[in-house]
């Protein structure tokens, strides 16, 4: 079974900085693409940051410059590091996982997307 899960949410002030944690466990063979999405109350969800295997990222263009992903293939983990926070940004922000596994004797592979349960981040003006 695979777990995704994030931590580093919270309350702070317009200006402040948070560092956002997700780990993927369990069992697989592989994880591809790993990101954070965002959703708003009463708005849709939206991609943040997203980086694959090799490190390639892509940022929402409301991010660039104030936001960091970066990724520890070793551990099996990714961060968000984000700076200059907005009002605009409070939001429950979620981890995804595109997670590969091996499904038979050739070598077949099934990648699927898990999900975190989200965590809380608060901008004060």
């Known amino acids: 079974q695979v777990q995704v899960a994030e931590s580093g949410g919270g309350l702070v002030q317009t200006g402040g900085s948070l560092r956002l944690s997700c780990a993927a466990s369990?069992?697989?063979?592989?994880?591809?693409?790993m990101g954070w999405y965002r959703q708003a109350p009463g708005k849709e969800r939206e991609l943040v940051a997203r980086?694959?295997?090799?490190?390639?990222?892509n940022y929402a263009d409301s991010v660039k410059g104030r936001f960091t992903i970066a990724r520890d293939n070793a551990d099996n983990r990714i961060y968000l590091q984000m700076n200059s926070l907005k009002p605009e940004d409070t939001a429950v922000y979620y981890c995804?996982?595109?997670?590969?596994?091996?499904?038979?004797?050739?070598?077949?592979?099934?990648?699927?997307?898990?999900w975190g349960r989200g965590t809380l981040v608060t901008v004060s003006s």
């Open positions: 995804n996982a595109n997670i590969e596994r091996v499904i038979n004797v050739e070598g077949a592979r099934y990648a699927k997307d898990y």
């Open positions: 980086i694959s295997s090799g490190g390639s990222t």
């Open positions: 369990g069992r697989f063979d592989s994880i591809k693409a």
